[in-house]
C-alpha cells in the first residue's frame, strides 16, 4: 500500500505512482470521519515499520470550496475540531514512538477564498462563518503543533493573490489563522502555476512567496517561515497559456460529446430535459448533475448547445493530453522547496470523471464503450 522513497512515504495506491514513481502527500478528505481515520492509520503504521516521514493534506473544513465544485467538509466547527483532536491523537502517538514528525498541509485554498478577488465580496460582508472559519484554523495549527507536527498553512497562488493590496489582506488573514505558530506557507496546491518568473518578469510562485514573506515581516519581523510551492500539476508558463477548458456538446436526441483536438468528437453520455438551460447530463462514467448545478456551483458556461468547464477542471494540452507536473519533488528552486501535493493523473471532477478518478484509465474505459 505503501513504500519508502528517500524520507518520504510513497503511496502506492495511487496511479500517479505508476506514471511518475514520485512520492507524494496523501489527502484526508473522505466524507466519513472513519474512511479518514483508517487511512491515517494505514499511513502511520507503514510509517513506523519503514521509518518514512507521511506529508497529508487536510481537507475538511466546513463550507469546504464555499459549496462549488470539492463541496463538502465537516458539518459544523464542532464536529471539524473534534475530528481533528482524533487525528492528533493518532499523531502525537506516532511521533512518541518514532521522533519523526509528520507534515500537515491545512485545509488548501481555505484562506485565499476569502480574500474580495476570490470570495468576491468586501471583508465587511463576510458572513459569520468566516471568523469561524479562521478560528478553527487558528485551533487546528495550534493542536497539530502541540503534539509535534510540522504544520503549513496554504496562500493559495500568485495569480489569486497578485497585487500588493491583496497579499496585504492575505497576511492579515494568515495571521489570524495562526502564522504566528505555522512551520511555514505553501503555494499552488493543486494548481498549474510555475515556480520560475516568465522571461525574467516579476511573476511565478517563488516570486510570490518572497513577497509575501517582505509582508508577513512588517507584522511580525522575528517569524521565520519556510516555504513550498506544490508542483506536481506545474508547467512551463508557454504550456500553462496553451491549456484549453474541456468543451461539451448537448447534441440532439440526448448525445452528450465532448469536443477533442483535431476536430474530434466522442460520445461521453448522454442529457435529458425541455430545454438546455433545465437539462441534466449523465456522463457515462462521472456524476450525473444539472446544468444549473454546473453552472452556478462549479463556473461552467453555457452558449448555443456548447458546455465548457473552467480551465482549472482538467484541461487539455494542444496534444489532447492532461498536464502532468514536470519538477521532481525534495528540489530547491530560486530558495523555494518544491513538493508533490496534488496526484498528477487523478481527477478533478470535470464532466466526464468522478473526482478522484485516473484520467487516463477512464478515457480507456470510455473507448472501450459501444454506445
Not at 88 to 114: G, N, W
Not at 179 to 206: D, H, K, M, R
Not at 219 to 225: D, G, H, K, R
Not at 231 to 256: A, D, H, M, V, W
Request: aromatic share 8%; with cysteine; proline share 7%.
Amino acid at each position: 500500500m505503501f513504500e519508502r522513497k528517500g524520507i518520504l512515504l510513497l503511496p502506492l495506491f495511487s496511479r500517479s505512482y505508476k506514471l511518475t514513481h514520485q512520492p507524494h502527500a496523501v489527502w484526508l478528505s473522505a466524507a466519513e470521519h472513519k474512511e479518514n481515520l483508517t487511512t491515517l492509520q494505514n499511513i502511520l503504521t507503514i510509517s513506523q515499520q519503514q521509518g518514512a516521514i507521511p506529508e497529508l493534506v487536510l481537507y475538511t473544513i466546513p463550507n469546504r470550496d464555499l459549496g462549488k465544485a470539492s463541496e463538502g467538509g465537516a458539518v459544523n466547527g464542532k464536529t471539524y475540531l473534534a475530528n481533528n483532536m482524533e487525528m492528533a491523537k493518532m499523531i502525537k502517538l506516532f511521533i512518541m514512538k518514532t521522533d519523526r514528525h509528520p507534515v500537515i498541509y491545512l485545509e488548501p485554498d481555505s484562506i485565499a477564498q476569502l480574500l474580495p478577488a476570490v470570495y468576491r465580496r468586501p471583508p465587511d460582508m463576510y458572513p459569520s462563518w468566516v471568523k469561524e472559519r479562521l478560528w478553527l484554523l487558528k485551533q487546528s495549527v495550534d493542536l497539530f503543533k502541540q503534539v509535534g507536527c510540522k504544520v503549513f498553512l496554504d496562500v493559495g497562488h500568485s495569480q489569486w493573490i497578485a497585487s500588493e493590496q491583496q497579499r496585504h489582506t492575505m497576511v492579515e488573514l494568515l495571521m489570524q489563522a495562526g502564522l504566528q505558530q505555522a512551520t511555514g506557507i505553501i503555494s499552488n496546491i493543486s494548481n498549474f502555476q510555475s515556480v520560475s518568473a516568465l522571461l525574467g518578469l516579476p511573476s511565478g510562485e517563488a516570486y510570490y512567496l518572497k513577497e509575501l514573506v517582505l509582508a508577513i515581516r512588517k507584522e511580525a519581523p522575528a517569524l521565520n517561515l519556510q516555504l513550498r510551492v506544490d508542483t506536481s500539476r506545474s508547467l512551463p508558463p508557454e504550456l500553462y497559456l496553451q491549456l484549453n477548458p474541456r468543451q461539451f456538446i448537448l447534441c440532439p436526441k440526448g448525445r452528450l460529446l465532448e469536443k477533442l483536438p483535431n476536430n474530434t468528437q466522442r460520445r461521453i453520455g448522454h442529457w435529458q430535459g425541455d430545454s438546455l438551460e433545465e437539462a441534466s447530463v449523465f456522463p457515462e462514467f462521472g456524476v450525473a448533475k444539472t446544468i444549473e448545478q454546473l453552472i452556478e456551483q462549479e463556473s461552467y458556461s453555457l452558449l448555443g448547445n456548447e458546455l465548457t468547464a473552467p480551465v482549472w477542471l482538467d484541461p487539455l494540452l494542444p496534444t489532447g493530453k492532461t498536464p502532468l507536473g514536470i519538477l521532481p519533488p525534495q528540489r530547491k528552486i530560486e530558495g523555494v522547496e518544491t513538493r508533490w501535493i496534488k496526484p498528477p493523473d487523478e481527477a478533478d471532477g470535470c464532466l466526464p470523471y468522478h473526482a478522484g478518478a485516473s484520467v487516463s484509465l477512464t478515457d480507456k474505459e470510455y473507448q472501450s464503450v459501444n454506445y
